[in-house]
């Protein structure tokens, strides 16, 4: 890894409440690497795009409050024309797109290259490489009104991408779009990154989108960073309650209490949920006599991911040697006990 | 021009004074919109940009400029152009005929377009604010390369309204001695039992606000990208 190109440091950031101050970023410690796509997911009000608005200068950081170095320059401090120069430097796309509706595609695209003084020709030629890149060459001439969310979106892309910045900053950039669309806005995305070597920092609110291209997330809640590290990681091991459910909103892998009290009518035999953390999956060879009855798999950053609930039969002192093997292979392992003799296992 | 003889219409006198009222008319109509329409528009941006949470947001500029047009507002503009009598003779040297009327006028209609360039610009998408700061554009670039194209539509409708509303001023102008279209339907026309030239008056009004009306439609829907 190389150096990083932001630097939070105890940051904070707190806005004038109704019914007082409103700590929308507290205390709030990151370092974000060239060159990676940084994920920040958290809920609604957790202050995400606070977290991002500091960093592109849209707002300033508390007095006092702490450290914010972006691409080589100390935030706090700089003056608005500073401030303008350094947002040059970083593209920034939008839930809403926020496109100029009077102006067309071609023109959108080539607005930043318009403020920061590029000539006519020059902006030409950049706009159509850009088109061409984000696949909407097409379309240079229409109004953002004539086009669909995924190719508003791609203008979007284009535009931010336009003054060739070291850093791009997508907030919410697919939960305006369908399934398949955010998918292909998110390969757009990746491309951008491994092709251009721009810096991603992502927020959302969605785990698949991490999943699907973070290297890095951060899990935000009330303003804090609760959990950060490897994508992987945070989620195979999740230490906040938050973090946990959203990987249990976005998998389902593991069975409610409601879920196990319908399981146990089927399955008598032992329970056990098994999570799949390991880049060797679950072998079933270390099973005798088990069936899957619950549980989701899925991939985060090319690793098997999600967890899987197992009925054993047999013998206890059998049943137990099968979950010990299964432990000291690695794996998570809640034992729920039979329906005769239930564990309450933590979910 | 039979039919109108017929009815009272007299060539000789009418037709010359229906030219000078029309070009009076059109003189304090065009003045007050160029003037006043300007000077609404700069004081419109300014309210929008003060407002809380705008791009230049100032709690007492804002209120000082809100409290001065909610105040000149609401005063009934016949006795408005009576209570700025000493204003106008400052600055025009009279407050009789064309010239006194403008700058009651002016200022009425300042008032006006401020209110409909501010909603007109709360009304564009504050996404567009946000791009523009974030591509690194200034405050005043936003505000006047890219919040007033994104506008242009509501504004020319906006603008197209204010027409009728200055010619409707211009006519109460005119009846306090102004002259204009006003004056002529309501000297020569009303007060004389003249019907055909109060019709007369009647007819270009209606025929003016028509083509504004249209030309602003067809402005504001080539404008209009949605
Ligand atoms: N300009 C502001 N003035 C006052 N409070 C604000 C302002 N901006 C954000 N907040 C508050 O800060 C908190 C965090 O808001 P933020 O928009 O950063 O959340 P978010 O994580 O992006 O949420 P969402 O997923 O809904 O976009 C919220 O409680 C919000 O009400
Ligand atoms: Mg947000």
């Known amino acids: 890894m190389t150096s990083p190109i932001i630097t939070l440091t105890d940051v904070s950031k707190t806005f004038k409440g109704k019914t007082g101050p409103i700590r929308a970023v507290d205390r709030v410690s990151l370092e974000i690497e060239a060159g990676e796509v940084f994920g920040v997911i958290g809920h609604s009000g957790a202050g995400k795009s606070t977290l991002v608005r500091l960093i592109n200068a849209l707002e300033s950081v508390d007095p006092g409050s702490g450290g914010l170095t972006v691409a080589g320059h100390q935030v706090p401090g700089l003056g608005e024309r500073d401030l303008r120069a350094l947002r040059s430097q970083i593209g920034m796309i939008f839930q809403g797109f926020n496109l100029l509706s009077a102006k067309t595609v071609a023109v959108n695209v080539g607005y930043p290259l318009k403020l920061a003084g590029w000539s006519q020709a020059a902006r030409a030629a950049r706009v159509s490489e850009l088109l061409e890149f984000t696949g909407i060459a097409d379309k240079a001439d229409s109004y953002p009104s004539q086009l669909s969310g995924g190719q508003k979106q791609r203008v979007g892309i284009a535009r931010a991408l336009a003054a060739r910045p070291s850093i791009l900053l997508a907030d919410e950039a697919t939960s305006a779009l369908d399934p398949e669309t955010t998918r292909d806005v998110l390969d757009l995305l990746v491309r951008a990154n491994r092709e251009l070597g721009v810096t991603i920092v992502l927020i959302t609110h969605v785990m698949s989108v991490v999943q699907y291209l973070c290297g890095r997330t951060a899990v935000m809640e009330e303003g804090r960073v609760v959990e950060s590290g490897r994508t992987y990681d945070v989620f195979s091991r999740p230490k906040a309650a938050v973090t946990r459910k959203f990987v249990q909103t976005a998998l389902h892998d593991r069975p409610t209490p409601a879920t196990i009290k319908r399981l146990r009518a089927r399955h008598p035999g032992r329970l056990a949920i098994v999570t799949v953390a390991s880049d060797g999956g679950l072998a079933l060879g270390a099973l005798e006599a088990a069936a899957i009855v619950y549980g989701s798999l899925t991939e985060v950053e090319g690793r098997p991911f999600g967890s899987i609930t197992l009925e054993l039969t047999g013998d206890d002192d059998v049943t137990s040697a099968a979950l010990g093997r299964l432990r000291s292979a690695g794996l998570e392992v809640v034992d729920l006990g039979t329906a005769a003799d239930p564990l309450g296992g933590a979910l | ?226």
């Open chain 2, 1 to 226: 021009m039979s039919v109108l003889q017929a009815n009272g219409w007299d060539p000789a006198i009418h037709n010359g004074k229906l030219l000078l009222a029309a070009q009076q008319s059109l003189q304090m109509v065009l003045l007050t919109l160029l003037i006043g329409g300007g000077l609404g528009l700069v004081l419109g941006l300014t309210l929008f940009a003060t407002r809380k949470g705008g791009l230049y947001a100032n709690r007492a500029v804002f209120a000082g400029l809100n409290i001065l047009v909610n105040t000149i507002r609401p005063i009934p503009f016949i006795i408005f152009i009576m209570a700025v009598k000493g204003l106008a003779v400052a600055l025009t040297g009279t407050f009789i005929g064309v010239k006194g009327a403008i700058p009651p006028m002016v200022i009425a209609c300042s008032m006006a377009t401020s209110r409909i360039v501010e909603q007109s610009l709360v009304a564009a998408d504050p996404g567009v604010i946000e791009a523009g700061r974030a591509m690194g554009a200034s405050r005043i670039h936003v505000l006047l390369r890219i919040l007033v194209p994104e506008s242009l539509a509501p504004l020319v409708l906006g603008y197209a309204y204010l027409f009728i509303g200055v010619l409707d001023l211009s006519v109460m102008a005119g009846a306090i001695g102004a002259g204009g279209l006003g004056n002529f339907a309501i000297v020569d026309g009303f007060n004389r039992y003249n019907d055909v030239v109060l019709w007369v008056a009647v007819a270009i009004f209606i025929a003016a606000v028509q083509v504004v009306q249209l030309v602003g439609n067809l402005l504001a829907r080539r404008f209009l990208r949605r």
